[in-house]
Every structure is written in C-alpha cells, then in structure tokens.
C-alpha cells in the first residue's frame, strides 16, 4: 500500500519514515507495529501504531497548522461534548525526517457514516443534533481560533467555475441556479459560537447503529453556525433532513448559507479529486444532488 497522493507538493512520508520519527522522539512506542491506514482523507496521512494509538502527518505543510491547532482545543472541547473526541497523546516536531509537526492520537474504533450501516436514522440524528448543540454551547476561549469560508459574495466567481466544471458528475445548471438564489443570503452577523465546520460523513464515526465518535476537527475554531448544518445534505434525504433541521430549530437565514456552503464545498471537490480520491467526489456528487432534490420539495 502506498499514501494516496492527492495534492502537488504532498510531502513524503512512508512506514520506514514513520519508524524511524518514532525511534528517534517516542522510543517507548518502538516496540509497537506500525502500518498506513487507508483512510480517505484529504488533509492527513495515516498510519497506526498498534492498537491504540494512531498518527496523523499533514500532507502538505501548511496543514500542519490545523494539527497545532487541534492539538491545543481538543482536550478543552472533549470536556463539554458528550460524544467521543480525538484525545492527542503526543505531539511530534519537525526534524530531517519529516518536515511538519505530527501527533499521536488515541485510536477510535467505527466506521465513516454511511447510511447503509444506518437502521435508526432518528437516534442517529438525535446524536449528532446534541453534539451540535453542546459545541455551540462551550465558552470561548480568549485566543480561539477563527472557523468558516468568506462570505458568500465573495465566494461566487469560483462556486460557478466549479460548478459548470463537474458537469460529467451533476446537473451544473440546476446547481448554478439554486446557488444564484442562496448566494445573497444575509451574511452572519451574531456573535462567533465554537463549530466543527467539517462535518461531512468521513468525520463521523459509526458503530453499531450509534456515532462512535465525530473526528478531524482540523477546521473547527469560532464562527457561523451553519458550517455546522451542512449534514443536512451532505449526510441526509428529504424525510431525514425535515427531523434533522427541526431538532436543529435553526433560523431561515442559518439553513439556507448552510445550504449554500454546502454546495460550494462540493463543488470544489468534484473537479480537484476527480482522479485522485474518487470516492469523495461520490460523497460530494451526492450531496449537490441532495441540494436538488431539496429544491424541488
């Protein structure tokens, strides 16, 4: 197996590196097995370290911003959510080895959110619309990170570029149009709550008809609360998406920038991972096509 390579200038790690970052700043883990886990992920390479631990590297160096980032608010989110969290257990350094900060997580067991492992969608819901609400609830931290994309506006040149460029994959046109409607939505203009703000289905951990545990809070900081309604689409159907949206209780304007970033996030995928990651272009095709559908109800 070898690390997926999904961006120019994706930094170089493999398991004979990987062995050797851990000899030489954690020798109390030399002794545990190490091998890359195929996770789907756009941001990190992975591998394990036995059965407990696993290690994330930033592909490219600047994501190891996001990881420093992660390393100082996790332990301070973990004790105000009721659902499972990363816990950082060691923070790696730069070194010749390998240029980037890197971590030590614990291991979570379960498996990315699809709805085919789902029976009870409603206590699924239940579950994720309490993690939301219990994140949005937490008191900020006086140097909290900021969280979210530009405001929608600003974001309309390139939304359209991607659209009409994943048409092999989507109806571009009905796309463009539903986000010529959402795109002058008012901008958010209360005050920053913390958020996930990735909360797409490789980052929601499933087991046994429960979320295990919601992950890679790489992009998460202060700001909109509608990053945070994104599963709306990314994650639910019509019937699923009425329950999720009136256990949310969120206000018109909340619904439908989340309806709008959505959108704009799939559609940068498409064509950035079309060959390099195809089976999130699936998840992102099919959240346009939830946007659609969505529209015609």
Known sequence: MTVRILHNDQLSINTEIVKNLIKEQFPEYAGLPIYEFDSTGTVNSIFRLGNDYYMRFPKLEGYADSLLKEYRILPYIA???SIRIPQPIKLGRPSDLYPAHWAI???IHGEPY???RIT????VISELTTFIRELHAIGLLADAPKAGRRPLLELNTVTIENLIASAEEIDYAKAIKIWGKLVDTPVFDSKPIWIHADLLKPNILVKDDH???IIDFGSAGVGDPAFDIIPAWSLF????RDIFRAKTDVSDPIWYRAC????HQAALIIPYYRKSNPYFVRQAVDTIKEIISDSAT
């Open 79 to 81: 004790k105000h959510v």
């Open 211 to 213: 979320i295990a545990a």
């Open 114 to 116: 699809d709805n085919s």
């Open 260 to 263: 709008a970033y959505a959108l």
């Open 105 to 107: 997580y614990d291991w």
């Open 237 to 240: 159907d019509n019937k699923n």
């Open 120 to 123: 009870n969608h409603q206590r």
